[in-house]
């Protein structure tokens, strides 16, 4: 009789010690490296897109992808493959960030972005600059050359002339379709006799780039890089050079990248929430990921996180139609994708 | 035999049950209202201060509290009195916010604030400004009369143009005790050579002022509101504007406002890890409180926090010599503390 209910007691202690600690029931070997990537979450349907349009999305994505993959198969660190990954994507037009960046209510271009290292938890950031060519640039510089974490506007300019780093003309980020798309706000906002935007299609928020990747050493890095929301004002600032909300990175646990509705992503602290449900609550990083889109959702906002665990695991979730995405595991081929399935 | 067992069972499955799930240890009877602030960490010393300097502190911290009651006990609203307590801190000039905010390297004032409403993760924040007499008003336009959440120096003044807020002249700002601590720091920086900020003393980091209130409705609010630290430049922004590291609050949890310093607040998620801690692991405010702290601490930096939980229990650590704090609860009498004990 003793030995059975003792027994008994033995697989209930058990039982109940899992559901205390269920474990992540992922991949547990790190690959050698792992890359991911996103370019904007969005109304992003096949049938508004051409051939050229899809394929020249495609293209650069694999470009990006194959990027990162080279840095990391020669020993780089994580925060030279994601530095080197949101360069080349700021410089293309297709996204909004760096070189494709939208436009303000006055005209302008005020671009935004931020880097965090998953190994010592530092962090560098700038907020709405005007002639930084690559603003994921100026980041490692605050992170590495600063006692401090987030510069903006005209201060970080200043920041970036004592780094040695070019200012270009700010016509370098004027593209004729942000242009347009801002024209377009502003005669449906005259139209309204709105004074201030009340509507924000997906148009004039959605394109921000992020890259997250993990090295031979185990080391976790985070980026990501915008130009806002086409008409924006005031100096608003979103979640993008915002760290926990638009970025996160965390050796422990995950290296996290959002895009989409700024505001909402900022209130529910996406990025640090992904992070903080993998370590305080044991859950996957799919688990922690779509929990946190969810709640982004259950606000009614819209966008998606990148989010890759120290495990080399991947979790790409988003509540619109499309997201621009992909990623690069060791040894595998990448995976570019940008409707829901494909 | 049987009944033993399942006694038995019944017994073990309730005690595994009640360590996943362990209750809040505090007080779960809510008080009518509470509301606790601070006026800043730092090496705050008996034997530095004068009792003329130590009344004047302590007359400022109760009026602040009774101010607050005040509102509270006529059923204003948690964000009301938020907002009407760090507006009397911000006039003060014994405190680093509004009229008391420290100077720039280049002489100015740059003033931050942020306000979190915990009933609806709503948030308003301002960085950089330098002609807006109370900081914590702006943050409520911010909140409740625009889309977006945080704007930023000359942007943010053109917003509160928008809003009949009067813009002060800066000459406002000018305290001779701030302006002689700058000369001080600018004199050691040459003195060292130093092109950067190498040092920075504890007069230089802190003082900024914060205030949490639970209604009686149930509804928390935070709010945070400095002037940085002394010497900063490049338009860096602290902890005190980013929701989630320098002020939190959220009806399910609790409500934080942080001061210290700020790039390791930041980089730490404070405010916000407090209230994760509380939601994923069950914390209490007090437990989950020193486990923020002590992480800043583990980076070798230093501050402290109050916060104040959904049911009224109170946390207030700090890891400096003393922290500015106070506190008042429905019913009781206000209890303003200075250094460790008292």
């Known amino acids: 009789m003793k030995k059975t209910s003792l027994l008994i007691l033995l697989i209930f202690t058990l039982l109940f010690s899992l559901q205390c600690n269920s474990s992540n029931p992922n991949n547990s070997e790190r690959p050698d490296f792992a890359l991911v990537i996103h370019g904007g979450a969005g109304t992003i349907l096949k049938k508004n897109m051409t051939d050229e349009q899809e394929k020249a999305y495609?293209?650069?994505?694999?470009?990006?992808?194959?990027?990162?993959?080279?840095?990391?198969?020669?020993?780089?660190?994580?925060l030279?493959?994601?530095?080197?990954?949101?360069?080349?994507?700021?410089?293309?037009?297709?996204?909004?960030?760096?070189?494709?960046?939208v436009f303000?209510?006055?005209?302008?271009?005020?671009?935004?972005?931020?880097?965090?290292?998953g190994s010592d938890l530092n962090v560098g950031a700038v907020a709405g600059v005007t002639r930084i060519k690559n603003p994921i640039q100026l980041t490692r510089r605050v992170m590495e050359n600063s006692p401090h974490v987030l510069f903006a506007r005209d201060g970080a300019e200043a920041f970036a002339a004592t780094q040695g780093i070019d200012l270009v003309d700010p016509a370098y980020f004027h593209t004729e379709k942000r242009w347009k798309s801002l024209q377009k706000v502003l005669q449906k906002e005259a139209a309204e006799k709105s004074a201030y935007?009340?509507?924000?299609?997906?148009?004039?928020?959605?394109?921000?780039?992020?890259?997250?990747?993990?090295?031979?050493?185990g080391d976790l890095a985070a980026g990501t890089s915008t130009g806002g929301m086409t008409n924006k004002r005031f100096g608003r600032v979103g979640d993008s050079p915002i760290i926990g909300a638009g970025t996160y990175a965390n050796n422990q646990t995950c290296a996290v990248s959002a895009t989409g509705h700024g505001e909402y992503f900022i209130r529910n602290m996406v990025a640090y929430d992904i992070s903080a449900m993998m370590e305080y609550k044991n859950l996957s990083v799919e688990q922690a990921a779509a929990k946190a889109i969810a709640k982004v959702g259950a606000m009614k906002a819209t966008g998606g996180v990148i989010a890759l665990d120290k495990n080399g695991n991947i979790a790409m979730p988003f509540n619109t139609e499309g997201m621009y995405r992909g990623y690069i595991v060791a040894g595998e081929n990448p995976v570019v994708k940008i409707y829901k399935d494909n």
């Open 104 to 117: 303000t209510h006055e005209g302008k271009n005020e671009l935004d972005a931020s880097l965090m290292n």
């Open 197 to 217: 935007i009340k509507t924000s299609s997906d148009e004039q928020k959605f394109g921000t780039v992020g890259c997250l990747a993990l090295d031979k050493n």
């Open 80 to 101: 030279d493959a994601v530095v080197e990954v949101i360069t080349l994507m700021e410089d293309s037009p297709l996204f909004n960030a760096g070189k494709g960046a």
């Open 58 to 78: 495609r293209d650069i994505l694999e470009k990006a992808l194959r990027t990162g993959e080279k840095i990391l198969v020669d020993g780089g660190s994580s």
